[in-house]
């Protein structure tokens, strides 16, 4: 997802205009083929000409765009080979387990080999009889020192009737097309198969582009008319929150959906496209894959062109840690829920049922009294779907998406509270205008001295960074929700807590606590932690999971209550515990909460939330 010093359009056409005035101008070609789909496998052949003399290192990456943890993509490529340009066997040294090194070339190096992939999300490749879907990471083997030469990949689809979706630059070629760079190349997710596209404009004049929807599912053409015409609806109010469409290189962006039983939820943004992923069908409502859709699309702007700058460029040989993903990720969750209810997409109650969680989390976090969102965005290469085997503890990391979207509903609040006429909107707008139009990578000082332009007060903006970005304090959310007549209240205030709801049942019938108690709870305090077994709640022998849940039921906050628990040492201990209030919060409308709205609180939410859909209307 690099950011190019010139527009990649115009690297293209470069690129395609002029013939190669030597060897060492010839782009770098791939031929990729499926001749055994049935079992995830894909042939691929990399040439590069006008190789200098000595060693060639070629090699797979081991991380991707858009995420920030590790994924070790050598793994699934074998049978590797390679040739000269007289076709000449030439010998492969693997000195470490991501590439190798070809000598003895005569200034062409042709390598074949096998890829396996069968795991469809925005990270991987799957290949099988219905698609092939690529990552580009996943999928390419390239070579140090060829990052700016030009890239030529022809596809040979496993079925006839399979068509591409990609971002990538047809060629006059059927099955070729051109990359400016690798960069670009490795930006840009390839889907093969047989998929219905819909496609329409936007903008005027210059800013005219086509959005595309290629969606594979096993549904019906009016399945995808129905989701088109959802996101037809929706991606005006993405315009209007930055206030122009970005520069999509090649007049378009495309929606990559893959909508099938085998795959694996997800979204992926990318400079021209994205790619989203999941089994549930298109079938009506679609609101998880509208979400999703809204969310990487929000990406178009903060992310791909409104930039970190610990991302420029990306290393495709480790991790890319940057302490802006509360920014990057957070305020891109915060806007996404918010654009569809604003696009009349979902209703006020909706939304704030999905905000209530996020709230919620975010609040209730352990992790969250340890560290604040920048600390939280450098922890991603733990946790960003590459976790370990041993479990990151829940004291440890509080996921930077819902932290950050907090952080956003936090300032947005705040600045329409403290500076009348000013919006999160206008934040946002103005840091398209200085980093992200202009393609210019910012750090942590470029935010904090936006927000002090923006609201003409440097103290407010040094204040908030200092406590609820590299701190971790949220300013008070009650009143500054009541602005818009909605209340923050205790969502089950008559249940008791002790610490955990959940409990899972093992294989021999034992009922055993399914997650970590938070510090401070009265089964924290008990020593009892994730996997103990509880013996009984309350004098009543628990045999079940309904038992469990039935003892919770009966505890009133402010009464003790005795335990019996097997921790893993195998020794049956016995606690009495202090019954709280469940601290789970939610957030409602005021009249919904039987308080008078107020014609000032009415029109501030019409201002903020938009008009949505009527309360009495089903989401459709």
Same mark, same amino acid.
């Given at each position: 997802m690099r950011i190019l010093?010139r527009?990649a359009?115009l690297?293209?056409?470069l690129?395609a205009?002029?013939?190669?005035?030597?060897e060492?101008d010839a782009?770098?070609?791939?031929d990729i083929?499926f001749?055994d789909?049935a079992h995830?496998?894909?042939?691929?052949?990399?040439?590069?000409?006008?190789?200098?003399a000595?060693?060639?290192?070629?090699?797979?990456?081991r991380?991707s765009?858009?995420?920030?943890a590790?994924?070790e993509?050598?793994?699934?490529v074998?049978?590797v080979s390679?040739t000269?340009?007289a076709g000449?066997?030439l010998p492969l040294?693997?000195?470490?387990?991501?590439?190798?090194r070809?000598?003895?070339?005569d200034?062409?190096?042709?390598?074949?080999y096998?890829?396996?992939g069968?795991?469809?999300?925005?990270t991987?490749?799957?290949?099988d009889t219905t698609h092939?879907?690529?990552n580009?990471?996943?999928?390419i083997?390239?070579?140090?020192?060829?990052?700016?030469?030009p890239?030529?990949?022809?596809?040979?689809?496993?079925?006839?009737?399979?068509?591409?979706?990609?971002?990538l630059?047809?060629?006059n070629t059927?099955?070729?097309?051109?990359?400016?760079?690798l960069?670009?190349?490795?930006?840009?997710?390839t889907?093969l198969?047989?998929?219905?596209?819909?496609?329409?404009?936007v903008?005027?004049?210059a800013?005219?582009y086509t959005?595309?929807l290629a969606?594979?599912?096993?549904?019906?053409?009016a399945?995808a008319?129905?989701f088109?015409a959802?996101?037809?609806?929706?991606?005006?109010?993405h315009r209007?929150?930055?206030?122009?469409?970005?520069r999509?290189d090649h007049?378009?962006?495309?929606f990559?959906?893959?909508y099938m039983p085998?795959?694996s939820?997800d979204?992926?943004?990318h400079?021209?496209?994205?790619?989203?992923?999941?089994?549930a069908?298109?079938?009506g409502g679609?609101a998880?894959q509208?979400?999703t859709?809204?969310?990487?699309f929000?990406?178009?702007w903060?992310?791909e062109?409104?930039? /970190?700058?610990?991302?420029?460029?990306?290393?495709f040989t480790? !991790?890319?840690? $940057?302490p802006?993903?509360? &920014? *990057?990720?957070g =305020?891109?969750?915060?806007y996404?829920?918010?654009?569809?209810?604003?696009?009349?997409?979902?209703?006020?109650?909706?939304?704030l049922?999905g905000?209530?969680?996020?709230?919620d989390a975010?609040?209730n976090?352990?992790?969250?009294?340890?560290?604040?969102?920048m600390?939280?965005?450098?922890?991603?290469?733990f946790?960003?779907?590459?976790?370990?085997?041993d479990p990151?503890s829940p004291?440890?990391?509080?996921?930077?998406?819902p932290?950050?979207?907090v952080v956003?509903?936090?300032?947005?609040?705040s600045?329409?509270r403290?500076?009348?006429?000013l919006?999160?909107?206008d934040y946002?707008?103005?840091?398209?205008?200085t980093?992200?139009?202009t393609?210019? /990578?910012?750090?942590t000082?470029?935010?904090?001295?936006a927000? !002090?332009t923006? $609201?003409?007060?440097?103290? &407010? *903006?040094?204040? =908030?960074?200092?406590?609820?970005?590299e701190?971790?304090a949220?300013p008070?959310?009650?009143?500054?929700?009541?602005?818009?007549?909605?209340?923050?209240?205790?969502?089950?205030?008559a249940?008791g807590?002790?610490?955990?709801r959940t409990?899972?049942?093992?294989a021999?019938?034992?009922?055993?606590?399914?997650s970590a108690?938070?510090?401070g709870?009265?089964l924290?305090?008990a020593?009892?932690?994730?996997g103990?077994?509880?013996v009984a709640?309350?004098?009543?022998p628990l045999?079940?999971v309904a038992?469990?849940?039935?003892?919770?039921a009966?505890?009133?906050?402010?009464?003790?209550v005795?335990l019996r628990?097997v921790?893993?040492?195998g020794?049956?201990r016995?606690a009495m515990l202090?019954?709280?209030?469940d601290?789970?919060?939610e957030v409602?409308?005021?009249?919904a909460?039987g308080v008078?709205?107020?014609?000032?609180?009415r029109?501030?939410?019409q201002?903020?939330?938009?008009?949505?859909?009527q309360?009495?209307t089903v989401?459709?």
């Amino acid at each position: 997802m690099r950011i190019l010093t010139r527009p990649a359009a115009l690297l293209l056409a470069l690129a395609a205009a002029a013939p190669a005035s030597a060897e060492t101008d010839a782009p770098v070609s791939y031929d990729i083929s499926f001749p055994d789909a049935a079992h995830h496998q894909a042939r691929i052949v990399a040439t590069w000409r006008g190789v200098p003399a000595g060693p060639l290192r070629v090699q797979m990456s081991r991380s991707s765009p858009g995420r920030y943890a590790l994924h070790e993509f050598a793994k699934n490529v074998y049978a590797v080979s390679a040739t000269d340009g007289a076709g000449r066997a030439l010998p492969l040294e693997r000195t470490d387990p991501y590439g190798w090194r070809v000598a003895g070339h005569d200034g062409t190096v042709r390598v074949s080999y096998t890829l396996y992939g069968d795991r469809g999300d925005g990270t991987y490749a799957q290949i099988d009889t219905t698609h092939a879907h690529l990552n580009m990471p996943a999928t390419i083997l390239w070579a140090t020192g060829y990052d700016d030469r030009p890239i030529d990949l022809t596809f040979t689809p496993a079925a006839p009737d399979w068509t591409v979706a990609t971002q990538l630059a047809a060629t006059n070629t059927p099955g070729r097309y051109r990359a400016a760079n690798l960069q670009y190349l490795m930006d840009s997710p390839t889907e093969l198969s047989r998929h219905d596209v819909r496609e329409w404009q936007v903008g005027d004049g210059a800013d005219r582009y086509t959005i595309r929807l290629a969606v594979h599912h096993p549904g019906t053409p009016a399945d995808a008319d129905r989701f088109a015409a959802q996101i037809k609806a929706l991606v005006p109010q993405h315009r209007a929150l930055f206030g122009e469409w970005p520069r999509f290189d090649h007049g378009s962006y495309t929606f990559i959906a893959d909508y099938m039983p085998q795959a694996s939820g997800d979204g992926m943004e990318h400079r021209n496209s994205t790619i989203v992923t999941g089994t549930a069908p298109l079938h009506g409502g679609n609101a998880d894959q509208l979400g999703t859709v809204a969310h990487e699309f929000v990406h178009a702007w903060n992310v791909e062109r409104l930039r /970190p700058a610990e991302l420029e460029p990306f290393d495709f040989t480790r !991790a890319n840690p $940057t302490p802006s993903l509360w &920014f *990057a990720e957070g =305020f891109t969750q915060y806007y996404g829920p918010l654009l569809i209810h604003r696009a009349a997409l979902s209703t006020t109650d909706a939304w704030l049922s999905g905000m209530s969680r996020t709230l919620d989390a975010v609040v209730n976090a352990p992790a969250r009294q340890l560290a604040g969102p920048m600390e939280m965005s450098l922890r991603a290469p733990f946790a960003d779907a590459a976790t370990s085997i041993d479990p990151v503890s829940p004291n440890v990391f509080l996921s930077y998406y819902p932290y950050g979207a907090v952080v956003a509903l936090a300032l947005d609040l705040s600045l329409r509270r403290q500076f009348p006429g000013l919006t999160l909107d206008d934040y946002m707008r103005l840091l398209w205008r200085t980093h992200g139009r202009t393609e210019k /990578p910012y750090v942590t000082a470029d935010l904090r001295a936006a927000l !002090a332009t923006l $609201t003409g007060d440097a103290a &407010f *903006a040094d204040r =908030f960074f200092a406590q609820t970005v590299e701190g971790h304090a949220l300013p008070d959310m009650a009143p500054l929700l009541a602005q818009a007549g909605l209340v923050l209240r205790p969502a089950h205030p008559a249940h008791g807590w002790i610490g955990t709801r959940t409990a899972t049942a093992t294989a021999d019938g034992a009922v055993t606590l399914a997650s970590a108690p938070p510090p401070g709870s009265p089964l924290y305090a008990a020593g009892a932690d994730k996997g103990d077994r509880i013996v009984a709640l309350g004098g009543t022998p628990l045999a079940t999971v309904a038992d469990w849940d039935a003892a919770l039921a009966r505890l009133a906050p402010g009464s003790d209550v005795a335990l019996r628990f097997v921790p893993r040492d195998g020794r049956e201990r016995q606690a009495m515990l202090r019954v709280r209030s469940d601290p789970a919060l939610e957030v409602v409308r005021a009249e919904a909460a039987g308080v008078p709205l107020t014609a000032a609180q009415r029109r501030f939410r019409q201002a903020w939330l938009g008009t949505g859909q009527q309360e009495t209307t089903v989401q459709r």
